[in-house]
């Protein structure tokens, strides 16, 4: 993505300029769920446009601001005027304090939480029952209580990153300094080295707990009722080794497990059934036939004379997976593979009498 100078990214996330990633990571997650797509169903078509701008923009300064180099490049760029701004450079070095804050002891850090990957299959009678609480368990990365997280006791400065976190190369090339950031692998980007490992997580800082959530409370219904749909469900992974760092996410894969040649669900939560009834029955029609529905019950429709393949019958007496939504039945007039000597008679006389 091009570096525009001209835009104040900083302002756009919220964010000071000396902000630190995970500063950065925050204000981007809280943003981009605040203006995300999948949040602006219900609102209006300019209400839409707007969040769609603003959420073009939170991406872009995320983009930018995110990376280190880029950063690196937006922050000189914006310090100089670019190098159509130099005009000969007026008495000044552009790249005078290239290296100044280099070493700069920043605050430790950490990385986000874990992301988790969770799969669920969700049965006809789960999404009839959408009102229910379908709740699924899973184990995630948490603080220790023991250490809060630190890994232990006795915190040294890292000699290796001088308590920045960070390691800095710093390199020319041509009339350009290029500055690479990345992590300190000695002290993982803390900034300081345990003496003491706790016990409690042996010096990890989290240990593994068993959480929970509620699917039809956590999940906004249209992922649910379309199969292998893929969310991201914000935060509820893995906790951060600081609580000053946000959770991980958890990515969410929904499948449907049922027969889709016997039950259909669409975007608004009506669920198709569909019914073979014998032909005798479609042709007779009966006020009371009785089937067995999604929830295993026995419950009635109305089946007009002469039925035929895909007429539709509302049911009554069954909703949908949501309020206001139907119970459907698709007819499929089912002809039978043989039939006895008895009922071949009759069918013998129907075509006579078709005959005359």
Request: hydrophobic fraction near 25%.
């Amino acid at each position: 993505m091009k570096i525009d100078n001209s835009k104040d990214y900083y302002k756009i996330l919220g964010i000071s300029e000396d902000a630190s990633e995970q500063e950065i990571k925050k204000a981007y997650r809280k943003l981009s769920l605040k203006y995300h797509p999948d949040k602006q169903i219900d609102k209006s078509e300019e209400e839409k446009k707007e969040a769609h701008e603003k959420f073009t923009e939170i991406n872009e300064a995320n983009d930018i601001l995110g990376d280190t180099n880029k950063r690196y490049q937006y922050d000189q760029l914006r310090k100089f005027g670019g190098f159509g701004g130099f005009g000969g450079f007026g008495g000044f070095n552009p790249f005078g304090d290239f290296f100044t804050n280099v070493n700069k002891k920043r605050k430790p850090t950490y990385p986000i939480g874990q992301q988790i990957n969770l799969r669920i299959r969700l049965t006809i009678e789960d999404l009839y029952n959408y009102d229910k609480p379908k709740i699924v368990t899973y184990n995630r990365p948490v603080r220790c209580t023991e250490c809060n997280g630190v890994g232990g006791t006795g915190q040294e400065t890292c000699g290796h990153c001088h308590g920045t976190g960070m390691i800095t190369e710093i390199r020319q090339q041509g009339i350009m300094t290029i500055q690479n950031s990345r992590p300190c692998q000695y002290c993982n980007g803390t900034g300081f080295i345990i003496k003491e490992s706790c016990k409690s997580c042996s010096g990890n800082g989290l240990k593994n707990e068993v959480a929970e959530f509620d699917v039809n409370t956590a999940v906004p219904r249209q992922y649910l009722f379309q199969n292998d749909s893929v969310i991201n469900i914000s935060e509820l992974g893995g906790e951060s080794r600081s609580p000053e760092v946000p959770n991980g996410d958890i990515l969410l894969y929904i499948s449907h497990d049922f027969d889709t040649d016997e039950y259909e669900i669409d975007e608004f939560g009506n669920i198709y059934q569909k019914l073979s009834v014998p032909y005798y029955e479609c042709i007779l029609g009966n006020d009371n036939y009785t089937f067995v529905a999604c929830d295993r019950g026995y419950h009635i429709i109305k089946l007009p004379k002469y039925s035929r393949t895909g007429y539709k019958i509302e049911c009554q007496e069954m909703h949908g997976a949501i309020e206001g939504s139907k119970y459907y039945i698709y007819i499929n007039v089912d002809m039978p593979k043989e039939i006895n000597k008895d009922e071949e008679k009759y069918l013998e006389e129907i075509k006579k009498l078709h005959q005359k």
